[in-house]
């Protein structure tokens, strides 16, 4: 749950705040299970969290963190004189980190601290920085671990890495969608019923990577991959390819859902827009198939507008991507196994709390 920080009361004391009770949804201040809530401790840092945690803390530990900061295994040094400004990147780093979990927790998908709660299933990141002794940091995950480079957090250091890469779009947050999308294929596609939709769709993940990866770097994607992939890095490899895909679906829900919170639609605006049809999706009989498809065509449109005001801004387009009709199909594959996963997990908390108790509270916007 979170909540605007105007909803909030604070004694002006002890540093507690308390929800305040809705007068018109009753159900909801009964939810509350928890009363009182503290400032996370990581406020004061250069991580400057504005998320709230409960007074008594739910998550089995003591540290006063909030979700998202008790994801972190390491961070950099803030005291390393060779480098004064980890503290400004870490700082991005996390708010980039924030907008994800929250994300994550909207969608109702498991977002568990490997440190403190599940050490088999959970997950946790490094956010580490290349040192002058040849120790260099990849973005990358394994089993739950997360790593990210610091320097991406850099916009002179990212736009070099972009252009020499040959990358339409590169973000910090694209970053941590793209990772985090590993870590659920691991979570919710491997060794289950989802592994035969993922190889009709995305292929062979036994396909040998590191070979995959050279051949990428050294002859670049096929000339045809425009056809077949959200991004000629998706071509890669099959693991590569479902990543892609889901960091595109996390746009695209956050994207649609804050657009839709601020009365923003496309839908009577005069623009060139062919609609997807439905035999475009990977179940086109499913019962919310249309639901779906509404959805993705409020997308199109949505970044249509948007990349003509960036264009009128002399800015790059807003979401520099076509989705192949291949594409779309994933892409509705992924959405199928989040509303599975969402529904799966609320179905556990609500057998273990017996209602739906928040466990987190940000001091700003919330995210719908």
Known sequence: MHTDAS?????????????????????????????SYSRCLNLTTPAAC????????T?????????????????????DPEHPDNGRLWGLVELAKRRLVSALMVLGLPVASKLTEDPEHGLMFDFLRSDSEGGHVMTGHDTGLI????????????EAARQAMH?????????????????????????????NGFHTLFGDETADYAEALQRHYDSGPASDWKQHYVSAYA????????????????????????????GLSAKKMQLEFTPFAIDALYLPKH???KRFLAFLNDWTR???????????????????????????????????????????SQRERKASTGGDAPTTLAAGKALT
């Not at 504005?50 to 803390?57: A, C, F, R």
């Not at 990358?167 to 592994?195: A, I, K, N, Q, S």
């Open 7 to 35: 909803d909030d009361i604070s004694d002006g004391t002890s540093n507690l705040w308390r929800a305040w009770p809705i007068a018109d949804a009753p159900e909801t201040a009964k939810a509350l299970e928890v009363a």
């Open 50 to 57: 504005n998320w709230l945690v409960p007074s008594t803390d």
């Open 59 to 79: 998550f089995g530990s003591t540290t006063g963190l909030c979700r998202a900061c008790q994801l972190n295994h390491k961070i950099p040094d803030l005291s």
């Open 147 to 158: 790593t990210i480079s610091l320097v991406e957090a850099d916009d002179a250091t990212r």
């Open 167 to 195: 990358e339409p779009y590169r973000t910090l947050l694209g970053h941590f969608r793209h990772e985090v999308g590993h870590y659920y294929w691991d979570r919710l596609v491997w060794g289950t019923d989802w592994m």
């Open 235 to 262: 071509s890669t490899h099959p693991w590569e390819d479902w990543a892609e895909c889901w960091a595109h679906y996390l746009h695209m829900r956050d994207t649609v859902d804050t657009a839709s919170s601020f």
């Open 287 to 289: 019962p919310k198939a």
């Open 302 to 344: 949505l970044t249509t507008l948007l990349n003509e005001m960036s264009r009128s801004m002399g800015q790059p387009d807003f979401y520099p991507f076509v989705l192949p009709r291949e594409v779309v199909a994933k892409l509705h594959f992924i959405h199928l196994l989040v509303t599975a996963a969402g529904e799966s």
